[in-house]
């Protein structure tokens, strides 16, 4: 039977909005980034659960679904261990501009191993999206030191992983009967990794347990896992080429309208540059 075709771009837009206020607070909470990684990972177990819910528990057991879901899984959980490595050795105002470009992987792989394409304007739309992305990134702070030239070899294990993802995930989403299946999945692998975040924490240095750090922590990472959630089914009825850019390019627009509600941070001109950018390269993809 032919399967429904929902709204791609609205599945989308949810996950830019999670995501954007994930970015909003995600440094407000005092805890370590590995442990914060730990947090992130059991933050997938309850969507996870809904995932299965929502398919009456029926889970796909088939290899190829499980590898190439699992696949996704390791790719994200993987470069965001990496990421924390990059930040140990070099300032984010260097890494975050590196890895943010990530989704031009997913595009020049889509377009030569998933043949996808689309029109001249939505190419237009994507130039957008890098634009926007490339505007947010540049705008950080520029007063931290490179402490080992070995920050550009984990920021370019994450900007692979993460640019793979995508192309990994539409191939899941193909190969698999429901995106449902491709979430847990991609929660399990995010699971298995704790040790590897265990292992890379200082226990040494002093640890907040109080409200502000485990417990803020999974109230911020809950909508950056229910983001994930959405991105999939996102990526299953729309191209990766396009959701890729355009979930990294609008997401930091939530942030940056929050930050400005709540903190009275105006942005700088490149980040108005960035969310005009963002917005119109959304209005492109509504017609795409």
Same mark, same amino acid.
Request: proline share 5%; aromatic share 12%.
């Given at each position: 039977?032919?399967?429904?075709?929902?709204?791609?771009?609205?599945?989308?837009?949810?996950?830019?909005?999670?995501?954007?206020?994930?970015?909003?607070?995600?440094?407000?909470?005092?805890?370590?980034?590995?442990?914060?990684?730990?947090?992130?990972?059991?933050?997938?177990?309850?969507?996870?659960?809904?995932?299965?819910?929502?398919?009456?528990?029926?889970?796909?057991?088939?290899?190829?679904?499980?590898? +190439?879901?699992?696949? %996704?899984?390791? $790719? =994200?959980?993987? #470069?965001? &261990?990496?990421? /924390?490595? *990059?930040?140990?050795?070099?300032?984010?105002?260097?890494?975050?501009?590196?890895?943010?470009?990530?989704?031009?992987?997913?595009?020049?792989?889509?377009?030569?191993? +998933?043949?996808?394409? %689309?029109?001249? $304007? =939505?190419?237009? #739309?994507? &130039?957008?999206? /890098?634009? *926007?992305?490339?505007?947010?990134?540049?705008?950080?702070?520029?007063?931290?030191?490179?402490?080992?030239?070995?920050?550009?070899?984990?920021?370019?294990?994450?900007?692979?992983?993460?640019?793979?993802?995508? $192309?990994?995930?539409?191939?899941?989403?193909?190969?698999?009967?429901?995106?449902?299946?491709?979430?847990?999945?991609?929660?399990?692998?995010?699971?298995?990794?704790?040790?590897?975040?265990?292992?890379?924490?200082?226990?040494?240095?002093?640890?907040?347990?109080?409200?502000?750090?485990?417990?803020?922590?999974?109230?911020?990472?809950?909508?950056?896992?229910?983001?994930?959630?959405?991105?999939?089914?996102?990526?299953?009825?729309?191209?990766?080429?396009?959701?890729?850019?355009?979930?990294?390019?609008?997401?930091?627009?939530?942030?940056?309208?929050?930050?400005?509600?709540?903190?009275?941070?105006?942005?700088?001109?490149?980040?108005?540059?960035?969310?005009?950018?963002?917005?119109?390269?959304?209005?492109?993809?509504?017609?795409?």
């Amino acid at each position: 039977m032919k399967e429904k075709q929902h709204n791609w771009l609205l599945y989308a837009l949810i996950t830019m909005v999670t995501w954007g206020v994930w970015g909003a607070f995600s440094d407000q909470p005092d805890y370590p980034a590995t442990l914060t990684y730990v947090v992130w990972a059991l933050s997938m177990v309850p969507c996870a659960l809904v995932a299965l819910w929502n398919i009456g528990f029926k889970l796909d057991f088939r290899k190829k679904s499980v590898w +190439l879901s699992m696949g %996704v899984g390791l $790719l =994200g959980a993987g #470069g965001q &261990l990496a990421l /924390f490595q *990059a930040l140990k050795y070099g300032p984010g105002y260097l890494v975050v501009p590196m890895i943010s470009v990530a989704p031009i992987v997913t595009v020049i792989l889509s377009a030569i191993f +998933l043949k996808e394409r %689309v029109s001249r $304007l =939505g190419y237009v #739309g994507i &130039l957008l999206a /890098f634009v *926007a992305i490339v505007c947010f990134s540049l705008s950080g702070k520029t007063d931290e030191a490179i402490k080992s030239n070995l920050w550009i070899v984990f920021a370019s294990v994450v900007f692979i992983f993460w640019g793979i993802q995508a $192309l990994v995930m539409k191939l899941a989403n193909n190969a698999t009967p429901d995106a449902e299946s491709v979430f847990v999945y991609m929660a399990i692998s995010g699971v298995l990794l704790i040790p590897v975040a265990l292992l890379m924490t200082d226990w040494s240095a002093p640890i907040n347990h109080g409200w502000n750090g485990p417990w803020m922590t999974f109230c911020v990472q809950i909508l950056n896992a229910i983001g994930a959630y959405t991105l999939v089914y996102a990526n299953r009825y729309g191209k990766a080429m396009i959701v890729a850019p355009l979930a990294d390019a609008c997401a930091p627009v939530i942030s940056c309208v929050i930050s400005l509600a709540l903190y009275a941070h105006m942005p700088s001109p490149t980040q108005i540059v960035g969310i005009v950018a963002a917005i119109t390269c959304v209005l492109i993809f509504s017609k795409e």
